[in-house]
């Protein structure tokens, strides 16, 4: 077979490939137009399996591609290189898991994009060999300002530090592999208009997937469908790090159908976001609170999620700092302990579900939960709490409500409570039980408890 005739047919399969790179004909088509003659590596003098540093001759032909406004092929090998520069329409497709670019280290970092527009790789494997990142980035690819990056089926490995930065970029993220990062897999700050899909993240020290803001604000950040496990806490701390998905400051964020697994501290842990939707995931094996929206948040719904493994369930807390308004409904909370990563005095370990401000809890299963089924207010710091028609079951208190001086209104209505063993709704002041059962008791005029079914 001639040389010619073989880039033929690989040109004709790229045309295929870029058919199943969008969900629509007329973008499937401007796509197929883009690859069609696109430029493969070898004739701008980029050779897979080099010796010796490849950046000079690998940005070239990066360059030479987006002039000609083509798309560049990365045979499978592996390309030495660091530093690289992306400039606006850059399309680089590779054979994936065979075409490897390999970080040669030097003080900086392997990708970066700064102000550009329509960046796209595919197909690519991206290996930081653990080397030295610069002190001046803190992610092995760096994406800054980006408006419309695509990541796709690609590979991001051994970083020595974080594995994608991506800040106030626009875009999307998915069918990814992330691992061995030493700080967080992703971080996005301030996205404008982001999708992460259908990744899987693994094995980083400090975080799997982070969508944070600098300061507070829409984000509207969609994560979804995602694999994400083994995420340790280097940094130490009580929350801040060793979260599989974390959300800081970043309002509008929506988080579904998720499998979480195996993190040192939350599954999900969502602080100072509002407006937050965490919804259909399984959070499996938390080392500290599986599900969390906390601190300055407004709004939050957590609905039918499945939490198995945590020292808390699910936590709607910090009233005193302006966390209000949640719907907790359909979750399924069970084998919760009261063994943490810190002092189980910090706040108390072994709760399925604890809420505290403007909030309704129904329809959910909450069974093992060694010190309470529900823990309703902290201390003062209770307000307009309706819990109804859960079931509660084999936990040491069913349902915990603060009685505290100053506390607001609750209902705790038409509940089941089975097999509680040291009780099945009392009230307590912090984590001392001072009242003996409450249920159609009229000691507090602020709590209305009627209606649930206790057994033994």
């Not at 790179?21 to 399996?49: F, H, K, W, Y």
């Not at 803001?213 to 130490?236: K, L, P, Q």
């Amino acid at each position: 077979m001639t040389r010619e005739h073989s880039k033929l047919n690989r040109r004709a399969f790229l045309a295929g490939t870029a058919l199943c790179l969008s969900g629509t004909a007329a973008a499937a088509q401007m796509q197929v137009a883009d690859l069609r003659g696109s430029i493969d590596s070898e004739d701008l003098g980029l050779l897979p399996n080099a010796a010796d540093d490849q950046t000079a001759q690998f940005q070239n032909a990066v360059n030479r591609a987006v002039e000609r406004g083509r798309a560049l092929f990365l045979p499978a090998g592996t390309y030495p290189v660091a530093n690289l520069r992306l400039p606006s329409g850059t399309l680089i497709v590779g054979v994936p898991g065979r075409t490897r670019l390999v970080y040669q280290g030097g003080g900086g970092q392997l990708i970066r994009a700064e102000g550009v527009s329509n960046i796209c790789l595919d197909g690519i494997t991206f290996d930081g060999a653990n080397r030295s990142i610069g002190d001046f980035t803190e992610g092995l690819l760096h994406f800054i300002g980006v408006r419309n990056v695509v990541l796709d089926n690609c590979e991001i490995t051994g970083s020595s530090k974080s594995g994608l930065i991506m800040d106030r970029c626009s875009g999307r993220v998915e069918n990814c592999r992330i691992s061995g990062a030493a700080e967080a897999g992703l971080r996005s700050n301030e996205a404008d208009g982001l999708a992460i899909t259908g990744n899987t993240v693994t094995d980083c020290a400090n975080g799997g997937i982070w969508v944070h803001r600098w300061r507070e604000g829409e984000d509207g950040t969609i994560v979804s469908g995602n694999r994400v496990e083994r995420i340790g806490a280097r940094y130490g701390g009580t929350g801040q790090f060793g979260n599989g998905i974390n959300v800081f400051r970043a309002h509008g964020v929506m988080i579904s159908n998720n499998r979480v697994a195996d993190c040192a501290f939350s599954a999900i842990r969502s602080n100072t976001g509002s407006n937050v939707q965490i919804t259909g995931n399984s959070c499996l094996r938390s080392g500290e609170t599986g599900i969390y929206s906390e601190f300055g948040f407004q709004g939050a719904v957590i609905a039918n999620n499945i939490v198995d493994g945590a020292t808390t369930g699910i936590s709607i807390a910090n009233f005193m700092d302006g966390g209000r308004m949640a719907i907790c409904s359909g979750n399924l909370i069970r084998n919760i302990s009261e063994v943490g990563p810190y002092p189980p005095e910090v706040s108390g370990f072994g709760v399925g579900i604890a809420a505290e401000a403007d909030t309704t809890l129904t329809g959910n299963v909450i069974e093992g939960a060694p010190r309470f089924g529900m823990l309703l207010g902290w201390g003062p710091y209770m307000r307009n709490i309706a819990a109804s028609q859960n079931v509660i079951r084999d936990c040491g208190t069913g349902i915990a409500i603060s009685v505290v001086e100053g506390t607001g209104s609750a209902i705790i209505t038409n509940n089941i409570v089975q097999g509680a063993k040291s009780g099945a709704i009392n009230g307590f002041r912090w984590l001392e039980k001072t009242t003996g059962e409450l249920d159609n008791a009229s000691e507090f005029a602020n709590l209305t408890v009627q209606g649930n079914q206790i057994t033994a």
